[in-house]
Structure formats: C-alpha cells, structure tokens
C-alpha cells in the first residue's frame, strides 16, 4: 500500500495495528480513534462513542449497520429540552443560518462515525452486504491499482443515490428529455432556474457562453432554442465528463462544445449565461460547492469579467436566487453595486417562485427566508 498518495487510517484488531486507505469525498481527516463494532453494540453506546469522536469500524451484518446508522440519526435529531425561562432573543435571519449550519456540520460528524470496509475491488466484505461497485467506480474511479479501503457508511449510501440518479435521470420539462447528472456534481432538481432560460425572450445568436455548466442542462436549453454554437465551461473533471454525456445522449455534440476553463473562454459572445451558487458561505465539504460560493467567488469573477466576454450589443444573464438576501448574507445593494462596478447596467429581469417542497416546509428553521425567495434571471449589458 502506497500510504504516500492519500490518508491512511489506522486502528488495532485481533491484538494487531492494521491500516487501510481512507476515502472521503467529503474532505474529513480519518477519525483518530478506532474502534471495531459489531451487532452487539447498542445504539446508545454506539452514539456516545460517537459524540466522542470514537468511530465504529463495522464488521456485522450489513443491514445491521444500516438500521444502526437510522438510530444514531434519530438520536442526534432530538430536541434539546427548552429551559423553563428563556428570554432570549430570537436569532437574525444571519445568525439562524449559521446555527443552522452549525446543527448540519455536527449531525454530519456525528453520523460519520460509522465506518465499513471496502476490498480493493470496492466489494463489501460484510454479511448481506449490496453489490456496490458500480457506484462506487463512478465517484472514486477504476479499481486498478486501488487498495483495501474504509469509507463512512453515510457516505457510501450517499454513492447509491448518486448511482440511482445517474442511472436513472431528472427529467426537465423543457428539455422534454433526461439530465443524468454524476456523483458530485449539482442535480437540475430544482427547475426554476431552467425554466427562466426556457422561456426568457432570446433574439437569435449564432454563439453562446454557458459558464459553469455542471451537469449540461442550460446549454443544452439554448441548444434546442436554436442557438448555433455554445461553448461551455467548467473546471471540475466530474462536471466536465457529465456535461459532455449529457450532451451526447441529447445528440447535441455538433451544437454543443465542452472545455475546461476557469470562467470564461476565450474571446465575446453575443450572450453569456451563468448559474453560480446562490449562497456567499464557505462549502463544508468539496461536495458543496455547487450550493456554496465563499466570499461569492464565482458571482463575482462573473460579474467582473463579463463585460470583457460579451459583443457590444450582447447580454449577459445571470441566474441567481435572493435567498442570500432574504438570510442577511448579501444585500440587493451589494448586488447592483457589483453591476455598476463592472461596467454593467441591468437591461430586463425575469423572476419566479420557488416550487421546492422546503418553500412551504414550517419546520425548517430558515423557513422565513425560504418562504420569500425569489429566482431572477438578471440581462446584463455592457453600460
């Protein structure tokens, strides 16, 4: 095992120091302390180990750990007892958010903590364990030359659903079609900001930038639009591989280009499109970028470079949620200021409401701010 080229995670079994590869795609250091776990331990024991920072290297029945992993959630989901007097002030819409968080972070460290066994061939070698090799070489990649490995049982389910939706797709009305989106790469689920490109009005254009394009699905809706050629970007190889099969299996190779670049590409169009992440927070894990910009890197490498990208009489359309405003984590001014600074004026914006079952979910502790979002397509021209 070449220890050097990825972390390692160590623990003692049978009277032995033993170690594996460790996978996270979520970016955690392996836990640093081991214990092996079985059907005997209880779920009460097993979440103060938890708690601790204890983690549980399986060695049960599959399906076992996967009812034990529904109780350590059930656990770490109660609600603390409220004090008798609480005169306490409720939280900004800023300060929810980051408890919010906060809660997220913890449950997810907590639940993390149970850990199984991956054979080089990314084979489970537990009782009644699932055959998961197929997704687990679409998140992590050919087992050639792979090693035995150990990877979070929360994680490893998060590659079945991965699988299943890469496997089956997500049908996007105004493709008529599916979008069969990759581990890792953000899901078109929420369709409001597609169908704001469906309808917006478009005069016809011979060229097109789509900039961070993800799984495709907005070029591949200028495409069936009628625009002639669309160059689109991103950096992550995942994004990359996804965005041309989806392009592929639409049969829209000849409209569509796919290239690697930070941003833009080279040269102006006469429209630009850009879908960034909607929130100015810093991403917990690599996995949540595509909902997480920190200090709204990607809006504002946009904004900034758009004027530089686009034709004299060309628009630039920015698809972006007013959640961020709605949390206390950007201002509208902030925003339009942006646009001035770049050389830009607003030409038109289209908006819509969030159709997402959270919009109208009570219970979510940013109910507020989900309750008033908005989606704009903001057109952008150079001023």
């Not at 591949?220 to 995942?238: E, F, K, N, S, W």
Request: charged share 25%; with cysteine.
């Amino acid at each position: 095992m070449n220890s050097g080229t990825y972390p390692v995670i160590t623990w003692n079994e049978d009277g032995e120091a033993r170690a594996a590869r460790w996978r996270s795609e979520s970016g955690n250091p392996p836990p640093r302390r081991v214990l092996i776990g079985d059907d005997q331990i209880s779920a009460d024991a097993a979440y103060r180990l938890a708690r601790e920072g204890t983690a549980l290297l399986w060695r049960g029945d599959f399906q076992n750990a996967r009812q034990l992993l529904q109780a350590l959630a059930r656990r770490v989901e109660r609600k603390p007892r409220k004090a008798k007097a609480d005169n306490a002030l409720a939280p900004s819409p800023s300060e929810a958010f980051h408890l919010h968080r906060q809660a997220q972070a913890q449950r997810a460290r907590t639940l993390a903590m149970l850990l199984l066994p991956l054979d080089a061939d990314y084979g489970i070698p537990l009782r009644r364990a699932p055959d998961l090799r197929q997704a687990c070489a679409e998140a992590y990649g050919p087992t050639e030359g792979s090693d035995p490995s150990v990877v979070s049982l929360r994680e490893l389910l998060g590659l079945i659903g991965a699988h299943e939706w890469r496997k089956k797709g997500v049908e996007v009305p105004a493709l008529g079609a599916r979008i069969h989106p990759h581990y890792g790469v953000f899901a078109p689920i929420r369709g409001e900001y597609v169908d704001l490109v469906a309808a917006a009005r478009l005069s016809p254009v011979t060229l097109a930038f789509d900039i961070g394009t993800g799984t495709g699905v907005l070029a591949a809706v200028l495409a069936r639009r009628g625009t002639a050629h669309i160059v689109a970007t991103d950096q992550d190889p995942r994004a990359l591989a996804c965005a041309r099969e989806n392009i592929a299996r639409l049969g829209l190779a000849e409209q569509v280009e796919v290239i690697q670049a930070d941003l833009f590409p080279a040269g102006r169009a006469p429209l630009v499109v850009c879908n960034p992440p909607w929130l100015p927070a810093r991403p917990s894990s690599p996995l949540e970028y595509a909902v997480y910009d920190p200090d709204s890197r990607m809006l504002r490498g946009f904004i900034d470079g758009l004027a530089a990208h686009l034709t004299a009489d060309g628009e630039g359309w920015l698809l972006l949620s007013d959640l961020a405003e709605h949390l206390g984590l950007r201002s509208r001014a902030e925003l339009l200021a942006a646009f001035d600074a770049a050389g830009l004026k607003v030409v038109g914006r289209d908006d819509v409401r969030p159709r997402h079952p959270r919009a109208a979910d009570t219970s979510d502790p940013l109910h507020a701010a989900r309750a008033a979002e908005v989606t704009s397509l903001w057109r952008l021209a150079i001023r």
